[in-house]
């Protein structure tokens, strides 16, 4: 969770996951259209996303903050750390699925939920998990 603006000096993406939460009919919450992978990145596309988080996520950003509130969140960041392939995509749907429950309104646009599995800084290299919600 964000407390404070960040220096993403020398963020590292190593691994990135994609869900999209929408609201199908008329349900009474989103559904969630999983991934099964990991997203491979490399190179220029991978740069770019870097630039860009680094940028949404940093000093002066207009980032929300949100608490899931029937689990330790910190217990599902720290498990996503060292996670292995497999597990790593399935805690990634379980918070999706957190989502798609928890937003009941439509007033809530749909959109994807990228999960981000990262390093950064430049002397001592601080492990992290974005999990951003992008309409």
Same mark, same amino acid.
């Given at each position: ?31 969630? %259209?999983? =991934? ?9 596309? /991978?740069?770019?996303? *870097?630039?860009?988080? @680094? /940028?949404?996520? =940093?000093? !002066?950003?207009?980032?929300? %903050?949100?608490?899931?509130? *029937?689990?330790?969140?910190? %217990?599902?960041?720290? @498990?996503?750390?060292?996670? !292995?392939? *497999?597990?790593?995509?399935?805690? @990634?749907?379980?918070?999706?699925? /957190?989502? !798609?429950?928890?937003? @009941? =309104? ?10 981000? &599995?990262? =390093?950064?800084?430049?002397? /001592?290299?601080? &492990? ?6 992008? %309409?």
């Amino acid at each position: 969770m964000i407390k404070s603006p960040l220096d993403l000096k020398n963020l590292n993406i190593t691994d990135l996951i994609i869900h999209r939460v929408y609201l199908p009919g008329q349900q009474a919450h989103f559904d969630v %259209e999983h =991934s099964n992978n990991i997203i491979p990145l490399s190179g220029k596309a /991978k740069q770019t996303l *870097e630039q860009r988080l @680094t /940028k949404v996520l =940093s000093k !002066g950003s207009k980032c929300i %903050e949100m608490d899931i509130v *029937e689990d330790d969140p910190l %217990e599902k960041i720290h @498990t996503l750390h060292d996670a !292995g392939e *497999e597990l790593f995509v399935s805690k @990634t749907k379980d918070i999706a699925n /957190k989502l !798609g429950k928890a937003q @009941t =309104s439509k007033k809530h646009p749909e959109g994807v939920l990228v999960i981000v &599995r990262c =390093s950064y800084g430049i002397t /001592k290299k601080i &492990r992290a998990v974005a999990i951003i919600k992008a %309409e």
